[in-house]
C-alpha cells in the first residue's frame, strides 16, 4: 500500500492534466469541425484561428471542450480513448488477429528475445576478452563507445539490406539491429563487473595457485553477477527499441513498430498512442521479468538481502 | 641496518631474506618499501612484524607469498623461490579483512582452496568439518559471511588458510577490525593452534601486547625506507594464559617493543 | 579475393602489433594509450576498403571509406550546415533543457519522499516509450523546425538524468549527513556544500550518457519531418537517392561529433571530480 | 541461379490498394498459372528498392521513375521492363484561405514535400517555375513531410503532396471539404513523371531464363491489374487481406483502388515512348541540382511487354 | 542497574540522562539498544564509554547529539533538549572515520562549519589557522585529504569539531583506526587541549588503556539491551605523561575496567 498509493497520486495527476491538455491541444480541429457543422465559433474561420493562442480559444468556446475528447484523429487523444483502444485491441481481439495488438507485441517480442540473446552473449565474451587481453581493452573500449554514438536508424536498413542480399531474412536481421543496441550496456556492466573484485581477492587465488580459468569461474564471475543483472535490465529494454527499428526497414508488415509507423502514416493518433503504451507496458514487464530473476539468483547466491 | 639474526637451534631456516629491497615505481617517483631487510625464520617460529604505518610489513608479508616481486636481494622459502613454493601451496595467507566470498557459504568458502587444489569431494567435506571445529564454528557452515559478526568472519577466514594444511601461515593484521575482548579470546585460540600444529607463522600486527603475547620473535620495523631495526626473542614460555600480560617479562618486553616503535616513528 | 586476403593478413599483422604495444613496456604511455585504439580503428578501415574492393561490393550498397572521405571534403559546407541545425540547434538545446529540468525535478523528488516514489516508478514507464513512436507525435506538436528535435532529446535525456541526479543525492553517508545536523546546517547548506558535490560522479554519468543520446535523439526525430537541412534529413534523403557515400559522410560526423561530446563531458568530469577515486592516479 | 520459377517484387510502399494488381495476380493464381512462385515485399519509408535491387534481395521492383533513372545515373543500371501506370497521381493540395490560385502563389509559402526520390519532380517544377525553394519571399519553404495529411491539417504548411489516391482523401477524411482545397495535379501542371514502374537489373536481361519469367511475370500481372480495375471492391478486399498490420480500413481502400484505376487505365503494361521523354525532359529541366545530367540511354525496354502481350 | 552516579563537587551536570531508553523497531523485531541509562556528565569532565560492540555507546553518543530520539526517559543538555543545544551548535562531533569532504582541501573542510554558521571570512582564516596549529598540521592546509596519511586525516576532523569552540566536543572512536604509536601522540594532545580548554568531552573508545589515560570517568557498558553496567572514577590526576601507564594505579584501573567488560561480555 505504501508502494502504491503515491503512484496512484501521480498518475491521477497526470491523467488529470492529460485531459485539461486535451481541450488545447485539439481546440483548433473542434472548432473548424462545429464550424462546418454550422455551429457558431468565436472567431470565424479556420485561416484567422491559424496563429491564435490555443488557450484563448479554448476560453472562448467552452461550448466545443467535449469535442475535444471525441475526435476521431486529435492531435492529443484522450486517455479514455487510448485505454479503449488498447483494450478493444488486446483483450477484444482474437490472439492470432492482425488487428491484435498481443499478436503484434509477439511479433516484436520474439526478435526482441533473440536479440537481447545475442547481445548479451556477444557482450560477455567482449567483456571477457576486454578483461583478459590488455590489447582488446586498449583498442575496442573507445569503438564501442563509439558505435553507440551511431544513429541506429540510419544503418538499420543498410543492414537489413546488406543482410538480405547475403540470404539472411527474417528475424534475424532485426534481431541483429536489436542486439546493436543491447551489447553495449552488457559490455559495460560486464567489465566493471569482471573487475569488481578487489585485489585482496585476487592475492588469495593467488596464493593457491589457481589458474586463470579458476580465477574466472570461481571469483570473477559470480561477482560480476550482480552488474550483469542491472545491465541486464537496461539491454532489454534497448532490446526492444532495437527490435522496433528493425521492424521499420524491413517493411514494416508486423509487430509494434509496424504499427507506430503505418499509425503515423494514416495519421491515426490513438493507433499510436496505444501501440507506445503497448510497448512501454511491454518494457515494462520484461524489465520486471529481469528483475524477478536477478531476485531470485541472488538469494540463492546469498547476495540478496 | 642490523645484523643478520640467525634462528637458533633450528637447522636451515624456512624463510631466509638477504639483502631484500623492493621499490614501488610510482607517478611520484620511486617508493622504496623494503631496503636491504634481512631475516631467517624458523620451522616452527611465531614471528611478528610490527611497526609504523607504511613501514613495509605488509609488503615483506606479500614477498614471501610471491605476490610482489622483490627488486633486489635473495628470498627462499624452504630452499625454493618464492613463486616455486606458492606454486607448491606452501603458503596459507589471511588478510586484514575476513574477505570471504559473500555469494558462498562458510563452509563453500573453506572449500575454496581445496577445490582449486583439486582435493577429492569426500576429503574436502571432511576438511571443512575438522577446521570448523578448530574455529568454534561448528553448525555454521551454512550461513553465508553476512549472516555471522566480523569475529566469526574473521576465524572463518583463518579457517579457510588452515583448511588445505599449508606449512607456512602468514597473517596480515587479521584481527586488526575486532574489538578487545574478542581478538583476546582468537590470540589464545590462535596460539593453541600454533602449538597444536607446530606451523610456522608470519603476523603483522599494530598492537603491541598482541605481538608480546603471541610471538616467539618480534621484529620492528620503520619506514622510509622500510627496513629493520630490532629483533626482539621473547623469552615467554610457549604456554601462555591471558594473564601473562600483567607479569613483569611481559611488561619489560612490551616497553622493549615501544622503545624500538618509537625511534624509528616519525609522525607521518 | 586476393584484396580480401590481403585484409585479413593485414588484420593478424597489425592486431599482433596493438598486442605487443599494450603489453609492452610503454604501454602506460599517452602515445600508446591513443596510438592503439587508432591502429585499431584504422585496421577496421583498411579491411572495409579492401573487402568492398576484392568482393566489388556495389557502391549503393557499401561504398569505401575512401569515397566517403572523399564526399566528405567535397560536401564540407552541406555537412556543415546539417551539423549546424542538428547538433549545435537540436541536440545541445534539448540536452540543455532536458538535463535541467532533470535537475530541478531531482530537487523536488528529493524534498518529498512522497513524490520519489510516484513520479520514479511513472518516470521509468515513460522513459520505456520508444522514439520511433514519439518523435513523429513531437513533430506534429512542436513543427518541423529543430525546436521539435529539441523536444524528442529532451524526452530520450530526462529519465537517465533524473535517475542519476536522485542516485547521486542519496550518495552521502549517513555520517556525513550526521555531521551536517550536527552544525545545524539548512537543508540548502547541506545541498550545496555536501550533497550535490557528493552527485557530481553521478551526475557525470548522467551527462555522458545523455551526450550520446542527444544527438541519435535529434537525427532519428528528423526521419518523421524536418526542413530540408540537417543530419537525420540529408541520411533519409541520401538513402533515397542512392547516395550512400553521402549517408556515411553524415554517419562519420555523427560518430565523430557524438564521440567529441562525450570526451568533453569526460574531460569536464575529470576537472570537476578530480577528487574521486576513479579520476585520481 | 535465374532458374527456378521464384520472383520476389520489392513495392515502394506498405501493403495498400496502390499495389493491388500484383495481390489479386497473386490471389487469383494468376502467377500460378504461370508456373510463377511469386513473393510481394512491401517497402516503406526506410526502404530504397533499388538498393534492395542492387542486394539481390529482390528480382523486380516498383519505383517512381525519376528515382529509377537517377539510381542508374548512379552506377545501378536499372531497366523498366513494363508501366502498368499510365498517368500520375501526385499533387499539391493547398489551404484555399492562403490565397493561392496559382503556381506563382506558392513565393513565400510552406509546402510539404517527400523526399526519398519523390522529391524530383516538385524541383523540376519549381526550377521551370523559377522559384527558389531555399525560402525567403521570393522562393518557397519546403519541409520534408512526414507520412501523413497531419502538416496540412494542423496548419503548420499552406501547401502538402498529396496522391490523389491515398492523402487526398485522408484529407478529407479529416473533414474538410474540397470547396475549402485547392489542388494542382502534376499531370495538369505538364510536369507529371512515370510512377509505378516495373525494373529489374540490367544484367540480368542478359540471362534467357530470367527474361522468360519475367515475360510471364509481366504478363499476369497485368492480368491482375485489369481484374483489379474491373472489380474494384474486390481487390480491396484483397488487399486488405494480405495487409498484416491491421491497419488499413475497408472504406479508404475501397477508395484509393478507385482512384488508382483511373491511373493504370489507359496503360497495358508497356512504357509509351513519348511518357518517357517527357519525364526525361521534366528531369533535365530541373535547376541546379539535376536530377539527371544527361538523356538516359536504354533506361527502358519493350523486349518483354513484347513477348508478354504478343 | 547501577545507582544514578552524581558528579561531586559541579553545580548542574552539563549533560543529563534519567532513565534513557532506545527502541530501534527493526525487520527482524525491536532491538533495545539502550534501556534505563542514567549519567550526569558535569561542566570539564572526560568520560570514556567502553564496551564490546552493539553495546550502544554509539547510540548513547548520537542521543546527546540529538542525531537519535530516545522512545523513553529524558536527556538534557546545558538544560536545553538535545535538539535545541544542536540548534545552538553546542557540539563539536567527531566521528569514526575521519569523514573529510575529498573535494575540499583540509582548509577548506574545516571552514566549512564556519561557513554553516554564518562566521566573517576574516575570522575563518584565523580559526582554520589556528586549530591547524593545535593539531599540529600547519602548511597541511592546502593538500587534499587523500594526499594525507589517515592519522594526519583524523587530527584534521578533529581540528574540525573544534574549529567553532563549541562546549561539548563527542567523540566516537575517533582513533580506531590508527596504530599504536600516533594513537599515543594523539592521546597526548587531546589530553593538552582538553585541560587548555576545559571543554567536556564523551569520548567511546574499544581500548582499555586508552579509556583509562584519558579519562576522569569510565563508563562502562553491556549490550542486549544496551546498559551501564558500572562508572569508575580515575584518581589520576590531570596532568599525565604517558609512561603514567606502567604505574601500579593505572594498572590497577585498568584492570577493574577489563573485569567489568569480561563480566558483561558474550562472544559474537
Ligand atoms: N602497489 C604499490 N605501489 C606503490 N607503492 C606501494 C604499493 N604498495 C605499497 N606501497 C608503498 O610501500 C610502502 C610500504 O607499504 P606497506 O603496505 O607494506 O606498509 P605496511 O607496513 O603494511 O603499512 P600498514 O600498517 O599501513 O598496513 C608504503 O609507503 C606504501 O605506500
Ligand atoms: N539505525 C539502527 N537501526 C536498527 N538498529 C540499530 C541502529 N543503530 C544501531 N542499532 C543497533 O543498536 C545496538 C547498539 O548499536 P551501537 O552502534 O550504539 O553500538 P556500539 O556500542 O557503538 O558498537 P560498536 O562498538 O560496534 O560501534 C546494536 O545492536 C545495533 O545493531
Ligand atoms: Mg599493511
Ligand atoms: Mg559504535
Redesign the pocket.
Known amino acids: 500500500m505504501r508502494q502504491v498509493f503515491p503512484v496512484v497520486v501521480v498518475v491521477a495527476v497526470i491523467v488529470a492534466l492529460w485531459y485539461l491538455a486535451c481541450v488545447p491541444m485539439n481546440i483548433h480541429t473542434a472548432l473548424t469541425d462545429a464550424e462546418r457543422a454550422g455551429v457558431a465559433v468565436t472567431p470565424e474561420g479556420a485561416a484567422v484561428r491559424r496563429d491564435m493562442s490555443a488557450i484563448g480559444l479554448a476560453l472562448a468556446n467552452p461550448g466545443q471542450w467535449g469535442d475535444t475528447l471525441a475526435q476521431d484523429k486529435p492531435r492529443l487523444p484522450a486517455p479514455h480513448q487510448v485505454v479503449a483502444e488498447l483494450w478493444d485491441t488486446t483483450v477484444e481481439k482474437k490472439v492470432t488477429s492482425k488487428r491484435s495488438l498481443i499478436y503484434h507485441g509477439w511479433v516484436t517480442l520474439s526478435a526482441t528475445l533473440l536479440g537481447f540473446a545475442i547481445g548479451t552473449v556477444a557482450g560477455i565474451v567482449l567483456a571477457v576478452g576486454i578483461v583478459h587481453s590488455r590489447a582488446m581493452d586498449m583498442s575496442v573500449m573507445p569503438w564501442a563507445i563509439a558505435s553507440q554514438t551511431i544513429p541506429i536508424l540510419a544503418i538499420a536498413p543498410m543492414i537489413i539490406v546488406v543482410l538480405n542480399s547475403v540470404g539472411v531474412q527474417g528475424l534475424v536481421p532485426k534481431a541483429i539491429i536489436s542486439a546493436y543496441l543491447s551489447f553495449f550496456p552488457v559490455v559495460v556492466g560486464m567489465v566493471k563487473g569482471l573487475r569488481s573484485p578487489d585485489a585482496m581477492q585476487f592475492d588469495l587465488l593467488r596464493t593457491y595457485s589457481a589458474s586463470r580459468g579458476e580465477t574466472f569461474w570461481k571469483l570473477r564471475l559470480p561477482a560480476s553477477v550482480p552488474y550483469l543483472f542491472a545491465s541486464l535490465k537496461v539491454g532489454i529494454a534497448a532490446s526492444l527499441v532495437g527490435a522496433i527499428v528493425g521492424e521499420l526497414p524491413t517493411g514494416a508488415v508486423r509487430g509494434l513498430g509496424a504499427r507506430l509507423l503505418t499509425g503515423s502514416y494514416y495519421g491515426q493518433t490513438i493507433q499510436i498512442w496505444s501501440a507506445l503504451f503497448a510497448t512501454a507496458i511491454l518494457a515494462a514487464i520484461l524489465v520486471a521479468l529481469i528483475a524477478g530473476m536477478e531476485r531470485a539468483t541472488l538469494r540463492r547466491m546469498g547476495l540478496g538481502r | 641496518m642490523t645484523e643478520v639474526t640467525e634462528t637458533a637451534g633450528t637447522a636451515a631456516p624456512v624463510i631466509a631474506a638477504r639483502g631484500l629491497d623492493l621499490t614501488?615505481?610510482?607517478n611520484d617517483g620511486p617508493?622504496h618499501?623494503?631496503k636491504g631487510v634481512d631475516l631467517d625464520i624458523g620451522k616452527g617460529d611465531f614471528v611478528s612484524?610490527i611497526?609504523?604505518?607504511?613501514?613495509?610489513?605488509?609488503?615483506?608479508?606479500?614477498c614471501i607469498a610471491a605476490l610482489?616481486t622483490p627488486t633486489g636481494g635473495t628470498l627462499t622459502v624452504n630452499g625454493m623461490t618464492p613463486d616455486e613454493a606458492r606454486r607448491a601451496r606452501a603458503y596459507g595467507y589471511v588478510f586484514?579483512a575476513a574477505g570471504l566470498y559473500p555469494w558462498r557459504t562458510i563452509a563453500g568458502n573453506i572449500k575454496l582452496p581445496l577445490e582449486i587444489m583439486g582435493f577429492s569431494r569426500a576429503e574436502r567435506e571432511e576438511r571443512v568439518k575438522k577446521v570448523l571445529e578448530l574455529v568454534d564454528l561448528e553448525g555454521f557452515g551454512g550461513k553465508f559471511p553476512w549472516q555471522l559478526s566480523g569475529g566469526m568472519q574473521q576465524r572463518a577466514s583463518i579457517a579457510r588458510a588452515l583448511s588445505f594444511d599449508a606449512d607456512i601461515l602468514l597473517m596480515?593484521?587479521p584481527f586488526g577490525a575486532l574489538d578487545e575482548i574478542v581478538r583476546d579470546h582468537l590470540n589464545e585460540e590462535l596460539l593453541k593452534l600454533w602449538s597444536r600444529t607446530g606451523k610456522t607463522i608470519g603476523f603483522?600486527t599494530?598492537s603491541i601486547p598482541e605481538a608480546v603475547y603471541l610471538s616467539t620473535r618480534i621484529v620492528v620495523?620503520s619506514?622510509?625506507p622500510?627496513r629493520i631495526t630490532d629483533v626482539i626473542e621473547s623469552p615467554l614460555p610457549r604456554e601462555r594464559p591471558l594473564d601473562i600480560r600483567d607479569t613483569p617479562e611481559f611488561l619489560e618486553i612490551a616497553h622493549r617493543v615501544r622503545e624500538g616503535l618509537r625511534a624509528g616513528h616519525a609522525y607521518d | 579475393m586476393t584484396l580480401v586476403a590481403a585484409a585479413l593478413v593485414l588484420w593478424a599483422l597489425l592486431w599482433l602489433l596493438n598486442v605487443r604495444l599494450a603489453n609492452g613496456s610503454a604501454s602506460g604511455t599517452r602515445a600508446v594509450q591513443l596510438g592503439v585504439p587508432l591502429i585499431f580503428g584504422l585496421t577496421l578501415l583498411v579491411m572495409w576498403e579492401l573487402i568492398v574492393r576484392g568482393l566489388n561490393v556495389p557502391g549503393v550498397i557499401l561504398p569505401a571509406p575512401t569515397e566517403i572521405v572523399a564526399r566528405i571534403s567535397r560536401e564540407t559546407p552541406t555537412l556543415w550546415a546539417d551539423f549546424r541545425q542538428t547538433f549545435l540547434k537540436g541536440a545541445l538545446s534539448g540536452y540543455a533543457i532536458g538535463c535541467t529540468a532533470a535537475f530541478l525535478t531531482a530537487i523536488l523528488i528529493d524534498r518529498s519522499d512522497f513524490l520519489r516514489r510516484g513520479l520514479l516508478p511513472v518516470g521509468s514507464f515513460v522513459a520505456a516509450l520508444p522514439i520511433v513512436g514519439t518523435a513523429p507525435i513531437l513533430v506534429m506538436w512542436y513543427g518541423f523546425d529543430w525546436q521539435s528535435k529539441a523536444a524528442v532529446v529532451v524526452l530520450m535525456v530526462f529519465f537517465p538524468m533524473l535517475v542519476n541526479i536522485v542516485a547521486g543525492l542519496s550518495e552521502t553517508t549517513q555520517m556525513q549527513r550526521d555531521q551536517m545536523k550536527t552544525w545545524a546546517a539548512s537543508y540548502w547548506q547541506g545541498f550545496w556544500k555536501l550533497r550535490l558535490p557528493a552527485a557530481m560522479p553521478f551526475i557525470f554519468n548522467g551527462l555522458k550518457i545523455s551526450s550520446t543520446l542527444a544527438l541519435i535523439g535529434a537525427i532519428v526525430a528528423e526521419f518523421f519531418g524536418s526542413p530540408i537541412v540537417g543530419m537525420g534529413f540529408r541520411i533519409s534523403t541520401s538513402v533515397g537517392q542512392l547516395a550512400l557515400d553521402m549517408v556515411w559522410a553524415e554517419i562519420v560526423v555523427a560518430a565523430l561529433a557524438g564521440s567529441a561530446f562525450y570526451g568533453i563531458v569526460a574531460l569536464i568530469e575529470r576537472w570537476v571530480t578530480f577528487w574521486h577515486p576513479s579520476q585520481r592516479r | 541461379s535465374h532458374a527456378d520459377n521464384s520472383v520476389k517484387l520489392q513495392l515502394q510502399w506498405v501493403t495498400q490498394a496502390q499495389f493491388a494488381g500484383y495481390y489479386v495476380a497473386l490471389e487469383k493464381g494468376f502467377y500460378e498459372e504461370e508456373g510463377l512462385e511469386v513473393t510481394i515485399l512491401p517497402g516503406g519509408p526506410d526502404i530504397a528498392p533499388p538498393q534492395v535491387l542492387a542486394g539481390g534481395g529482390a528480382d523486380a521492383m516498383l519505383n517512381w521513375m525519376p528515382s529509377a533513372l537517377a539510381a542508374r545515373e548512379k552506377g545501378l543500371p536499372v531497366v523498366n521492363i513494363a508501366q502498368p501506370f499510365k498517368s500520375s497521381g501526385l499533387m499539391l493540395t493547398c489551404w484555399k484561405d492562403t490565397g493561392i490560385t496559382g503556381p506563382q502563389d506558392f513565393k513565400g509559402k510552406t509546402i510539404g514535400v517527400w523526399f526519398f526520390g519523390n522529391e524530383y519532380p516538385f524541383l523540376s517544377w519549381m526550377s521551370q517555375e523559377g522559384i527558389s525553394t531555399d525560402g525567403g519571399d521570393d522562393g518557397v519553404t519546403v519541409l520534408k513531410q512526414g507520412f501523413n495529411v497531419d502538416p496540412l491539417i494542423q496548419r503548420q504548411a499552406d501547401c502538402i503532396s498529396t496522391m490523389t489516391y491515398n492523402e487526398y482523401g485522408q484529407v478529407l477524411d479529416a473533414g474538410v471539404s474540397e470547396d475549402e482545397l485547392v489542388t494542382f495535379k502534376y499531370e495538369d501542371m505538364g510536369v507529371a513523371t512515370l510512377e509505378d514502374g516495373i525494373y529489374v537489373l540490367e544484367e540480368n536481361l542478359k540471362d534467357e531464363m530470367f527474361k522468360e519469367k519475367m515475360v510471364k511475370f509481366v504478363r499476369a500481372s497485368m492480368k491482375g491489374w485489369k481484374y483489379a480495375e474491373e472489380n474494384p471492391g474486390e481487390a480491396a478486399e484483397i488487399v486488405l487481406e494480405y495487409d498484416e498490420t491491421g491497419a488499413q480500413t475497408e472504406a479508404h481502400q475501397k477508395r484509393m483502388m478507385g482512384e488508382i484505376a483511373k491511373l493504370t487505365a489507359g496503360s497495358n503494361g508497356a512504357l509509351a515512348e513519348e511518357d518517357f521523354q517527357r519525364t526525361v525532359d521534366t528531369l533535365l529541366a530541373g535547376g541546379s541540382d539535376p536530377v539527371i545530367s544527361k538523356q538516359p540511354e536504354g533506361a527502358w525496354t519493350h523486349e518483354i511487354t513484347d513477348a508478354a502481350l504478343q
Do not use: N
Open positions: 614501488f615505481q610510482t617508493v618499501a623494503l612484524f611497526g609504523p604505518s607504511g613501514c613495509g610489513k605488509t609488503t615483506f608479508l606479500r610482489e586484514q596480515d593484521e603483522v599494530h620495523m619506514p622510509r622500510g
